[in-house]
């Protein structure tokens, strides 16, 4: 042990004197001047004897204050000057992979160090760290895999979760692991650290943990919403961007998840609005049309307009605009690197920030561009709190956010974009005011902004809790209702038992709310449990390719698109790729083509033939990709695509597949006289939205259809379905109908014998367990 003490001490020496260098050379000079004015900085002892002290400690300061990259350097620092060494092992959890990355790699250089020495990341699939590692930057779904293997965290000393204002699910179930974990652990100092001042919330969870307030410093923002933007600018709404405006469709949705109370609330506000940026009529007919419309068909018109009359108008200094996801931050890029003005890569440097970037862009975000030049900066609401660009003037919002990350052990994807919160809108606004006074322009009239929550509702209250139970599950945490009501704010009992009881109709936990053999297949899959079934059977069948393409297209915007004017023929379109009464498999056909048309470089050329989205096209490329490589890391498919796409080509089993995964979401196909009508077992009667391939045929030849999403407009309206056979029900659903089972299952169950190829052991002898036990009764 003394002679480890020793190799320690001399090690902490070294480093001690290696730092003592760069900060002495005139970069680490430079360097240590930026970090001494940061605000964080003069409140650094404050800090260090505050977690010295304390377990428990929460730290608020303005984004940009220095939290993230000063404060684990300071206890670092702290831990390498002293007497007994280097000792510690900081994690700091972020929750997007690419705040994990730029903050790991700033911090580096800023210690004049390579990354994945003293400091480094760990993202999924991705990472870079090495053994004198001391700091280490990881998202959040990093550390509760971790925890999965370690309990107690064995050998870590501090751990620090950032950007706990967000509020994200897996941030505040991260919480309630530590919390339990902090009696087990004494010695282990946990540092929460928030943008905003609710720091009292988090201090009072922890029994009244002390929290440290870096006070920080903001020029101040002229404010426009958008009828000052019009008055200002002088911009026209013309009939077309009446419904242009900024995703106007996904307000109405939300409003239709909403809690009843504020359904009305809210179609006021979207009514006040419409009249108050004067549109026109807002008819009925307007209404129905807004429920089906998809806001790829959005123009961006006025963002456009708006960076231009910048451009033209404003003095010098960057501009940054707030895009709820990177699909509409590559559109709005394509659309804009064709503007005379905004275009003009001598006048504009016009850049990209969003997760998949690469680091040589991230580093341009930051850098100042040259004089004359003025940058233009397309983020999500990444650039709100996790990322700091400081030569900012200009600020647009579009007032949505989107969260869509991949990373996270525990996701629920593709969440819709909605409106953001007051706290939210104010935050973006601030971004404009860090160097000098700035101004910000909001795309919403200001009774919307009246309107918005003052705060979000954290995650874990708004979005379906299925991933999360099997995550507790997977854990081993017990009971899935006892150790979500130790949450900081526990989710509503109906939405838990909803959760659990879907897991259990699904298979993926037995009646004992024990995780079944699928459901440990299915806590591997960052996906909603739907389609992570779907991708297990897929890879098991080997017919992998076109359930990946569902898989992936599912997990994206839809990528048909209708815009208003063109509804006919965008639909005539789809019906094309059309053969089998499937929306699903139309998704396979359309993106088949593409990828076909995209090898001869008329990738664009076929999406604008098809009425298709080209960002969506490829984002479903990305994603398959990267569900490919997780189902070879579970071991579920091999790389030979021969042999995990032998029965590709069967539609029949395609549809049994895409039916299991769908389960129970589940409708019959009642046939009248000249057309038919659809039940559900909840509902009554269900519509299909008019671009369902379903929607054209007056006559399905099947019983059923499974569909992947449900929508309350007027009526029910089922959006992607797929028909299928009872026998296909039978097998791959629930015992829905009773009718003819027994020739049915004769026949099938040979059928199955016959594809189903042992890819694991263990998981098929679940199945055909599963499937006899079904027989019988
Ligand atoms: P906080 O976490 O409090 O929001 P940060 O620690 O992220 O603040 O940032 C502190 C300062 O460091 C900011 O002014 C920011 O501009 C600067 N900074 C952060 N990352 C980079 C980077 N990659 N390149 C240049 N400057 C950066
Ligand atoms: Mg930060």
Sequence with gaps: KAAMEKIIWRKSQQMQGEQLIWQQSPEGRKMMEFRSSLPAYKEKDAILSAILQNQVVIISGETGCGKTTQIPQFILESEINSIRGAMCNIICTQPRRISAMSVSERIAAERGEKLGDTVGYKVRLEGMKGRDTHLLFCTTGILLRRLLADRNLKGVTHVIVDEIHERGMNEDFLLIVLKDLLPRRPELRLILMSATLDAELFSSYFGGAPMVHIPGFTYPVQTHFLENILERTGYQLTPYNQIDDYGMEKMWKMSKQAPRKRKSQIVSVVEEALKAADFKDYSAQTRESLSCWNPDCLGFNLIEYLLCYICENERPGAVLVFLTGWEDICSLKDKLQGHPVVGDTS?????????????????????????????????????????????????????????????????????????????????????????????????????????????????????????????????????????????????????????????????????????????????????????????????????????????????????????????????????????????????????????????????????????????????????????????????????????????????????????????????????????????????????????????????????????????????????????????????????????????????????LEFYMEPATEELYQSLKRELEEFIQT
Excluded at 459 to 485: A, D, H, N, V, W
Excluded at 535 to 541: H, V
Aim: glycine residues 6%; hydrophobic residues 40%.
């Design 347 to 751: 006048q504009v440097l016009l850049l990209a920030c969003h997760g998949s970037m690469a680091s040589e862009e991230q580093k341009l975000i930051f850098d100042k561009p040259e004089d004359g030049i003025r940058k233009i900066v397309l983020a999500t609401n990444i650039a709100e709190t996790s990322i700091t660009i400081n030569d900012v003037v200009f600020v647009i919002d579009c007032g949505k956010a989107k969260e869509t990350s991949y990373d996270a052990l525990n996701n629920t994807p593709c969440l819709l974009p909605s409106w953001i919160s007051k706290v939210s809108a104010q935050q973006r606004r601030g971004r404009a005011g860090r160097v000098q006074p700035g101004e910000c322009y909001h795309l919403y009239p200001r009774c919307v902004y009246d309107a918005f929550a003052d705060y979000q509702l954290p995650e874990i209250l708004r979005t379906p809790l299925q991933s999360l139970c099997l995550q507790i599950k997977s854990l081993k945490l017990g009971s899935i209702s006892e150790f979500l009501s130790r949450a900081l704010q526990s989710p509503e009992y109906l939405a838990v038992q909803n959760a659990i009881e879907y897991l259990k109709i699904i298979g993926a936990l037995d009646e004992t709310e024990n995780l079944t053999v699928l459901g440990r297949y299915l806590t591997m899959l960052p996906m909603e449990p739907k389609l992570g079934k779907m991708l297990i059977l897929g890879a098991i069948l080997n017919c992998l390719d076109p359930i990946l393409s569902v898989v992936s297209a599912l997990s994206v915007r839809d990528p048909f698109l209708t815009p208003m004017d063109k509804k006919d023929l965008a639909e005539a379109a789809k019906a094309h790729f059309s053969r089998d009464y499937s929306d699903h498999l139309a998704l396979v056909r359309a993106f088949e083509g593409w990828k076909v048309a995209d090898r001869d470089l008329a990738g664009y050329e076929y999406c604008w033939k098809n009425f298709l989205s080209v960002q969506s096209m490829k984002a479903i490329d990305s994603l398959r990709k990267e569900f490919y490589s997780l189902l070879k890391d579970i071991g579920l498919v091999d790389s030979n695509p021969v042999t995990y796409n032998t029965w590709s080509y069967d539609e029949h089993l395609l549809r049994a597949i895409i039916c299991y995964g769908l389960y129970p979401g589940i409708c019959s196909v009642v046939h009248n006289e000249k057309s038919f009508s659809l039940k559900t077992m909840e509902d009554g009667q269900v519509l299909l939205y008019s671009n369902s391939v379903n929607a054209r045929d007056s006559r399905i030849p099947y019983p059923w259809l499974v569909f992947n999403e449900k929508i309350k407009v007027n009526s029910i309206f089922l959006r992607d379905s797929t028909a299928v056979s009872d026998s296909v029900l039978l097998l791959f659903g629930g015992a829905i109908s009773k009718g003819d089972m027994d020739g049915h299952l004769k026949m099938l169950g040979g059928y």
